[in-house]
Every structure is written in C-alpha cells, then in structure tokens.
C-alpha cells in the first residue's frame, strides 16, 4: 500500500496551544503509513518548538516569509517550489497560511487540502482573507476541521456558508508526560496557576483583580502566572500596584509546567474565548480543579462540580469560586480524581486516529 505523503504547513513555531497540537499530531503519525514533511512559513526562532522538531528526525524546511504584510511574494515562490518537489497527496495547514497556498491548489487540482481552525474564527481571519477562504470553502477545494463545537459555531458564523461539511476533531495531549494522582488532600496554602501566553485575549487583569480580593480574606495562597507576551510587564505593573508581588510568581514558557502544576491545587482560565485549551487539558491530567471563564469552548471541557466550574466574567464571580473551594478542600480532592480520568478522553491518540480517519477517507 503507497504511503500517503502529507505536507504540513504552518506560519511559525512560536510558543502556543495550536503550535503544540500541531507538533503533537506530526509526531504521532506512523512512518508506515504517512510520509511527512513540515513547512514553516516564517524563520526558525529557536523556539522549543523548533528545536523538538529538529530532534524529531522529520522532514522540514523553513521558508523564511520576510514581511509582516499580508503577503510575501519570495515567500510565496519559494513555498510553491518546495511543494511541487514534494509533491504532496494531501497538504494540511494550519494557522495564517492559506494565501500562500492557493497557487499550489489550482495547479494541482488532485492534492487534497484540510485546514485546521484552532481559535474563534472571526478574530484570526481578516476582510481579504475572509473573501478568499469563503470562496474556496464555498468551491469545496479545503476541508475545514474545527478544534471544538465552539469554533464550528464561529466558522458558520462567520462564513455563512451551507451545504459543507465540517469535522470536529478535538485537541489531544500527551497525558503521560502531565499525568499526576493526588495521593491525599491538600490542607496547607491554596495553590492557583495559570498558563498562556500574556495577551488581552487571555484577560489577565480580571484574574488579578480577583485573586487580589481573594488574598486579603485569605492570606494563605499563592498564585503562579506561566507565560510570556506583550502584556506581561502591564500585568507586572498591575501585580505591584495591588502589593501582591509577594504572593504571585512569573515564569517564562521554558520552565517545566508540570512540576508547577503537580504542586497546584487550582488552574484558572479567565479568557474571553478559548477553541479548546491545551492549558486546560494539561491541567486536568495533573490533577487540577480548573476554574474557566463561562465562554464557549470551556464549556465543552467543564462540568459545573464534575471537573471544576465556569465563572462569568463579570465582578466577584471568580472571588467567589476560590472562597468555596478553599473551604472545601475534600471537594478539590474529589473533583482532582475525576479530572485523572475525564481527561483521558483527550490524548494525543484519539486526536491522531480522528486525523487518520479523515486522512484516509479523503485522499
């Protein structure tokens, strides 16, 4: 049986949920069956990321897209002859790429083409790019696969197009590598961490504000803030102004998160959206009750008093949560033990078998 020769194709490699799906769905992919190639559209950053794919032994290449404008026209070249030597059965992309590929698709009308949509779609997808992925949505020429029930919705919406299909394949995490089991309940300082990168989307102030209101009346707790972005040093600023630079600690995306969240009592997610949550899912497996914002995309992941609770955004709602499961810490155990097993449902194998499904039946 011919291998089946999949051309992954991806703006960069910087630190991010979608990146790290991206590389996990790469390397779980059988080398019997798929012969695999990465294409990167901007330069190597060094990131993490870019060095576990150099170790992976995978097939790369870097096209080194020069410009922030919307398009690179070297860029476009380059990527265009890279494929065609390639020659791919199916290309699958990901993130901010679709413009540099359409020249490939309508030379080479056999190649299949998915795409996955990681994030509300409307927020990633400008004017002009909106036009043309419309229309080779609406031409049948990609297959839109949607990360969650959430970022279907925002894909209808903002497409409104009829008569597609349209796959959900949900994230999958490598739950060996976070797996931790709470051996007894934790009566000592309440432990809470977030992760993601600081940017406006993840919505870091509200999460200040309320943890600040939750120290005064509780002083025993502290709060872990892993990530790195453009809003971290405002929310350093913010962290000070209240005086809690005592009991809130930052670290950058190179520490091992693990080792954080094994030592974490409570994961907190304030975001204004979310598709589906790496963050989140790591979390769960570590054993953490997970306090996420009430947006859609959470919701699919969380059961109010099952795995942890949705808090609207809105003043004193996450203050609440965190006085409740402070004063309950056989709960936090509890909901910890259901979190080792609900997480299951999301590894990296059942992500990769829902790809090879759509792999096979397409090409």
């Known amino acids: 049986m011919e291998k089946i020769r999949i051309a992954f194709v991806i703006s960069s490699l910087e630190i991010g949920g979608a990146e790290r799906v991206f590389l996990n769905l790469v390397q779980a992919l059988d080398d019997k069956k798929y012969i695999k190639k990465v294409f990167i559209l901007k330069k190597n950053y060094n990131t993490p990321?870019?060095?576990?794919?150099?170790?992976s032994g995978i097939d790369y290449v870097y096209i080194n897209k020069k410009t922030r404008l919307f398009f690179d026209l070297f860029a476009h070249r380059r990527l265009f002859k890279e494929l065609c030597q390639f020659s791919p059965h199916i290309i699958h992309s990901h993130l901010k790429v679709t413009n540099y590929l359409i020249k490939y698709k309508l030379y080479n009308k056999k190649t299949k083409w998915i795409h996955t949509h990681h994030t509300d779609v409307s927020s990633e997808i400008y004017l002009f790019r909106k036009l043309i992925m419309k229309y080779l949505y609406a031409k049948h020429l990609i297959l839109p696969i949607c990360v969650s029930k959430a970022v279907k919705e925002s894909f209808l919406e903002t497409f409104k197009l009829t008569n597609i299909d349209i796959k959900v394949i949900y994230?999958?995490?490598?739950i060996d590598?976070?797996?931790y089991s709470r051996k007894e309940m934790n009566n000592d300082r309440l432990i809470i961490t977030h992760v993601g990168r600081f940017a406006k989307v993840k919505n870091h102030r509200y999460l200040i504000k309320e943890f600040a209101k939750f120290f005064r009346t509780h002083q025993m707790t502290h709060l872990n803030l892993i990530g790195e972005g453009k809003e971290r040093e405002k929310i350093q600023k913010l962290v000070n102004s209240y005086g809690l630079?005592?009991?809130v600690?930052?670290?950058n995306s190179n520490v091992d998160v693990f080792q954080i969240l094994k030592k974490s009592d409570i994961f907190v997610l304030s975001s204004f959206y979310e598709g589906n949550s790496l963050s989140i899912l790591e979390a769960m497996a570590s054993g953490c009750v997970v306090l996420a914002s009430d947006v859609e995309g959470n919701g699919e992941i969380?059961?109010?008093g099952v795995n942890g609770y949705l808090f609207k955004l809105r003043p004193n709602r996450l203050f609440e949560k965190l006085v409740y499961l402070n004063n309950r810490r056989a709960l936090i155990f509890s909901l910890s033990q259901n979190n080792n097993y609900k997480v299951q449902e999301y590894s990296i194998n059942k992500m990769k078998l829902a790809y090879e499904e759509v792999?096979?039946?397409y090409e």
Not at 171 to 174: A, E, K, S
Request: cysteine-free; charged content about 25%; hydrophobic content about 35%.
């Open 302 to 304: 969380i059961e109010n």
């Open 171 to 174: 994230n999958g995490i490598n």
């Open 245 to 247: 630079q005592n009991v």
């Open 249 to 251: 600690t930052f670290y």
């Open 177 to 179: 590598e976070f797996y």
């Open 359 to 361: 792999y096979i039946d």
């Open 49 to 55: 990321f870019d060095l576990e794919l150099q170790k």
